[in-house]
């Protein structure tokens, strides 16, 4: 028990993967010859990282009981018990007084953030999760504020089209997750997450299809936004889009063909095209913007 190994896996470092949204300001902002604003944003990203495993900790706490009926989730560390409850609480409560300890060295408005991040995600995790449709908006309101984190926080002006193009992919992935656990679940769906009772396939795949429509449509007007072209001095972001399409269509075939979607972090890492399709966004994007 509290092997090293499991206390990691309690962390859940796969997920620092979504954290990445907090560089979003320093790519779009023109500041990666910054040096002091690149140091920032990194330790923003280390906070948050910090901080959401402290999350993560707090709700396994809180789910154990049901992660043992989830076919994955059952081999969590606290479901499966190779970590103590006591390890893990002092685990959650130093990450996080150290990921709000580096938010105040950053500025007061990232300390702010963070606390609202994690009040929210508490929240979350001891009552808004089983409230439909709310359980979605704060999964995407959490990418939100990591874009905040990285903009506003470190003295970043945010983009709105990229705030709304965020929004919208996270409500994607977040009606995706939802999607993929009716189906992994099937009838012990409602036993392991109370909140499924409300959603349906068809319900959850007409609010896939429009958020997917959206993050496709906001991008691409970002891209042809005139103050995007002014910032960028260029037209031709544009020429971006179809790989953002190709990885969303292969989303959402991995969520009906393939079973996947449950874990997002997983599946973007996993799936070569989608693998693929964002390094060639990445590349082409520098490019053309630098």
Partial sequence: MNHPRALLH??????????????VGVFFGHAWNNLTLVILTIVMAVAFSLLSSAIYIINDLSDRES???????????????????GIAIGLAAVLLVVSLGLGL??????????????????????????????????????????????????????????V???????????????RAEIMTLQEGSVEHRRVLVYY???????????????????????????????????ENLIYTLPLVMYAIFRYIFLLHHRGKGGEPSRDLMRDPHILISVAGWVVL???LIY
Wanted: aromatic share 12%.
């Fill in 105 to 162: 060295w950053v500025s007061q408005a990232a300390l702010l953030i963070l606390l609202g991040y994690a009040f929210m995600n508490l929240a979350y995790s001891f009552r808004l999760k089983h409230v439909v449709l709310l359980d979605v908006f704060i999964i995407a309101a959490g990418f939100l504020l990591r874009i905040l984190a990285g903009t506003v926080g470190v003295g970043i002006p945010p983009s709105q089209w990229l």
């Fill in 10 to 23: 309690l962390m859940r470092p796969h997920q620092w993967l979504k954290n990445s949204f907090v560089f």
């Fill in 67 to 85: 992660d043992r009926n989830h076919p994955i989730k059952r081999h969590r560390p606290l479901a499966a018990g190779t970590v103590s409850i």
């Fill in 164 to 178: 709304l193009c965020s929004l919208m992919l996270t409500l994607f992935l977040g009606f995706a997750k939802r």
């Fill in 200 to 234: 349906s396939p068809i319900l959850l795949d007409k609010m896939i299809t429009v958020t997917a429509a959206c993050v496709l449509m906001s991008y691409g007007l970002y891209t042809m936004s005139p103050e995007t072209i002014r910032i960028h001095q260029t």
């Fill in 285 to 287: 994007t520098f490019w």
